[in-house]
């Protein structure tokens, strides 16, 4: 079995901005960085993420 003890996702906040450019609704962005520098995402960009990951293989490429 394989034990993954550190792991760390990066570019996140540009993978979002990159989500709504279709859509033209940056200002809807609700993510941000916490005081330790982890980020923390928003409840817009997260039913963004979800709706784009049920939508198909073309519309969740966000997360590659």
Do not use: T
């Amino acid at each position: 079995m394989i034990k993954i003890e550190r792991c760390s996702v990066m570019n996140f906040e540009n993978a979002i901005r990159g989500a709504r450019n279709p859509m033209n609704s940056w200002n809807r962005m609700d993510s941000y960085y916490d005081d330790e520098g982890n980020f923390v995402m928003g409840p817009n960009d997260l039913s963004l993420a979800q709706r784009l990951a049920k939508a198909g293989s073309d519309h969740r490429k966000f997360i590659r």
